[in-house]
């Protein structure tokens, strides 16, 4: 792997990293001085115009063009009802554990991120909804706006102008379906997290019927970057349709699971052999997540396609959250599908009888495959099933969350979960402790 | 009984960082649950209802909804095991048999004694430093049982 630019990790190895004084030193709140005070302060139109020369995409999953969402907001003139930006924070997707570190150890960054993103789609405040379970993140990041606000950096006129912004910490309580958009905004509001129809679209219908943009974590971490560094700065770096570096979280089977900083360009190999310190015990790559447990899974001898958007596509997967799941080569397949589909009913919110009797049934046969109790047409049962939640069949995409790596499982594995059923008993050994689930 | 004071003038507080009051209600339930004896008791469901001016059914909606919530009391010390894939992935079944061994207490049960809750929980977040455990709000990661045996030991 050749020598590359960080920024995204750099401040969370220093000292003390999340307070103000640490984050001046380094260079700190300069990307708001820019915007709003410098030689020559930046328009609204500006900052959303290097947002989209930059080219970066979402970091939340779904991978959206971040300028271009921006965009998606009205003309205030036109419409002048107050406006937000959420921020997503609910990091739950099986694997994924990156957002949580720039928070613990970087919380002023997500925070210039933040106004300047708020100062761009003139929003007059930005709520940050931390899943509830992150309470360092939470303790930090409301430090961060504290100590912040001291400085005459959050609140009425910032830096002595006239942007007024406010930035609220809100803390979320446990459930995976919170972090899609619609259903972020409803638990928000103080409501079950029941994610809307779409349309209407967050930009024209979002928290409290206003105009709300919703962003992950590290896409807003990124915009102080983009800001003062320039757009095509951004999209010097990286694959063409994935530029800059992302957060990788690699957990699973490697010697030295963490969360890494990489260029796109890098192969899943570089990835697990020269980052992560290669699979464990000197055992080989079964099959993988690229981007947590809602993509398709990739078998261990396709390890060498580079991890970005388009790149997964040649192997049936997408980038998802870039949360890489390495499983070695004694890991039973059956019971890997029976976690991952354990978890889609546990969490699926019930309002479309696709994905609530769907995610039942799968985790209910995927249960009875592992444990020796499969019958003989179930491998072909879970595919139709499978078939009939998704695409875009249900309100939201948990339902398609749960039917790709099911569908992926199927596809590269079927043999394995035959033999499961045939055998009457998993042929790959592995602990079990029998509990039923408390919903 | 109504809300202590004390919770009532955070709330206060608390509800002026939304346009609508009702936005306040999840964090309130979460300081409900730290403050007034680590559940969500009916009286604490009616006594929000009435802050927040909604019915104590509705409030029971959004409490039995997210997986925080504890509609039962629970035992003095809360042990979240998570067993999603990563963790599984790294022996999170091995600490989970540990962990009911060291507390006495059985997967979504308290021990006997009253003094631990097992829950087992899906992923935290911790996933590059599984297995992990959180322990009354504070994550324990890279977990092995002997670990375990240590930080559960010290509260029997
Ligand atoms: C079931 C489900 C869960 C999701 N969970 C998260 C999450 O925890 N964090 C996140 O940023 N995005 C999550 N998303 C994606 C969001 O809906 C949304 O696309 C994203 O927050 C937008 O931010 P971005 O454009 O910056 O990526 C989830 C989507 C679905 C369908
Ligand atoms: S797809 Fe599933 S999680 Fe999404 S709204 Fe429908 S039932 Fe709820
Ligand atoms: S799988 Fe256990 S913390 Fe993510």
């Known amino acids: ?439 | 009984m109504a809300l202590p004071e004390k919770l009532v003038r955070e709330f206060d507080e608390l509800v002026k960082k939304y346009p609508e009051k009702r936005a306040g209600l999840i964090p309130a339930l979460h300081r409900c649950q730290e403050e007034l004896g680590g559940w969500i008791s009916p009286q604490t469901l009616e006594d929000l209802a009435s802050y927040f001016g909604l019915e104590p059914v509705e409030v029971y909606g959004v409490a039995s909804f997210y997986p925080m919530f504890r509609l039962k009391p629970a035992g003095k010390h809360v042990v979240s095991v998570c067993h999603n894939i990563s963790c599984e992935l790294r022996g999170a079944t091995q600490l989970m048999e540990h962990v009911c061994k060291v507390t006495g207490a059985k997967p979504y049960g308290t021990s006997a004694d009253g003094k631990f809750t097992v829950w087992p929980v899906e992923c935290q977040g911790a996933c590059a430093n599984a297995p992990m455990f959180d322990l009354d709000g504070v994550y324990h990661e890279d977990l092995t049982p002997e670990k375990a045996e240590k930080i559960l030991g010290g509260l029997r």
């Open chain 1, 1 to 439: 792997m050749n020598k590359f630019e960080t920024w995204l990790l750099d401040r969370t190895k220093v000292a003390n990293s999340h307070t103000l004084a640490v984050y001046k030193q380094l260079g700190g709140y300069h990307a708001l001085a820019k915007v709003l005070t410098g030689a020559k302060p930046m328009t609204p139109a500006e900052v959303i115009n290097e947002m989209k020369l930059s080219e970066i995409r979402g970091r939340g999953g779904a991978g959206f063009p971040t300028g271009m969402k921006w965009t998606f907001m009205p003309d205030p003139v036109k419409d002048p009802r107050p406006r937000y930006l959420a921020i997503n924070a609910d990091e739950s997707e099986p694997g994924t554990c990156k957002d949580r570190v720039l928070m613990e150890k970087d919380p002023h960054g997500l925070v210039e991120g933040a106004l300047i993103a708020c100062y761009a789609m003139r929003a007059q405040a930005a709520y940050i909804y931390v899943r509830g379970e992150y309470r360092l993140s939470y303790q930090r990041v409301q430090a961060a706006i504290d100590e912040a606000r001291a400085a005459g950096l959050v609140g009425k006129n910032i830096l002595g102008t006239d942007f007024s912004c406010e930035v609220h910490m809100h803390k979320g309580a446990g459930a995976y379906i919170c972090g899609e958009e619609t259903g972020l905004m409803e638990s928000l509001e103080g409501k079950r997290g029941h994610p809307r129809p779409k349309p209407p679209f967050p930009a024209a219908f979002g928290l409290w019927g206003q105009p709300t943009t919703v962003n992950n974590v590290e896409t807003i971490f990124n915009v102080p970057f983009i800001v003062l560094r320039g757009g095509a700065w951004h999209a010097s770096i990286g694959t063409k349709g994935s530029k800059g570096n992302f957060l990788c979280g690699i957990s699973g089977h490697v010697e030295k699971p963490g969360v890494y900083e990489l260029p796109f360009g890098v192969t899943a190999r570089e990835i697990v052999e020269q980052v992560a310190g290669g699979v464990w015990k000197g055992r080989k790559c079964k099959a993988w997540f690229p981007g947590g447990s809602s993509c398709a899974m990739v078998k261990g001898e396709d390890l060498d396609v580079v991890l970005d958007h388009d790149s997964l596509k040649t192997k049936g997967s997408s980038l998802g959250t870039a949360a890489m799941i390495i499983f070695d080569d004694q890991t039973s397949i059956a019971r890997v599908m029976e976690i991952i589909a354990r978890f889609y009913d546990h969490e699926s919110c019930g309002q479309c009888s696709q994905c609530r009797e769907g995610t039942q049934w799968l985790s209910q046969i995927f249960h009875r495959i592992a444990t020796g109790h499969g019958q003989e047409d179930d491998v072909a049962t879970i595919e139709s099933l499978a078939k009939g939640m998704a695409p875009g069949k249900t309100i939201c995409a948990l339902s398609d969350a749960a039917a790709i790596p099911t569908l992926s499982a199927v596809r590269l594995f079927k043999d394995e979960l035959l033999e499961c059923v045939r055998q009457k008993r998993d042929p790959i050994p592995y602990p079990r402790v029998e509990y039923a689930g408390a919903h």
